[in-house]
T-cell receptor
């Protein structure tokens, strides 16, 4: 089954404790992206990747890191999480950047 | 500063009503506009529009793009309670189509 998976789905952590949210797709997509969704603000792009080893900042990259060492995986790293990073995070992928994106199920993060 | 604006932000109707959701944008090097439906999970794709004046239809949903006036509408006829969701508009833009920005969404509630 073609899908985008994220783990974990729910996470409660404390300020400053490094965490990684994994994202994996099995559709051989080149383009992958991370978004955060907050009430009233829609989805905002954090980082995107157009292919292996090619990543770039989106609209709200501060406090986040990404890597793209393999085509299928695009982990999101929070080196020192803060409460303002409490949000719902979505990973998405597509064949190219202008194609419709397939979204993962979301990761709900709470930073205390 | 807002690149994608949606209106209304919230809408309550009764089953059987017809609704029109609006999305206007202001970006450079527009590539495409996409509509998504989001229930209590990840957004699911509805339409992708790239050309003006060509209506896309899927059952009771239809959408059209006006590239001259920089807006799109999403129509839902004979609404049902299952149409209750957040409807997101997103625009792909930039010299290489590298930017993907969402509007804040319209929350539609359909009452029985």
């Amino acid at each position: 089954e073609a899908q985008v998976t994220q783990n974990p789905r729910y996470l409660i952590t404390v300020t400053g404790k490094k965490l990684t949210v994994t994202c994996s797709q099995n559709m051989n997509h080149e383009y992958m992206s991370w978004y955060r969704q907050d009430p009233g603000l829609g989805l905002r792009q954090i980082y995107y990747s157009m292919n292996v080893e090619v990543t770039d900042k989106g609209d709200v990259p501060e406090g986040y890191k990404v890597s793209r060492k393999e085509k299928r995986n695009f982990p999101l790293i929070l080196e020192s999480p803060s409460p303002n990073q409490t949000s719902l995070y979505f990973c998405a992928s597509s064949f190219s950047r202008v194609e419709t994106q397939y979204f993962g199920p979301g990761t709900r993060l709470l930073v205390l | 500063e807002d690149k994608v604006v949606q209106s209304p932000l919230s809408l309550v109707v009764h089953e059987g009503d017809t609704v029109t959701l609006n999305c206007s944008y202001e970006v450079t090097n527009f590539r495409s506009l996409l509509w998504y439906k989001q229930e209590k999970k990840a957004p699911t794709f509805l339409f992708m529009l790239t050309s003006s004046g060509i209506e896309k239809k899927s059952g009771r949903l239809s959408s059209i793009l006006d590239k001259k006036e920089l807006f799109s509408i999403l129509n839902i006829t004979a609404t049902q309670t299952g149409d209750s969701a957040i409807y997101l508009c997103a625009v792909v833009w930039g010299n290489y189509g590298q930017n993907f920005v969402f509007g804040p969404g319209t929350r539609l509630s359909v009452l029985p």
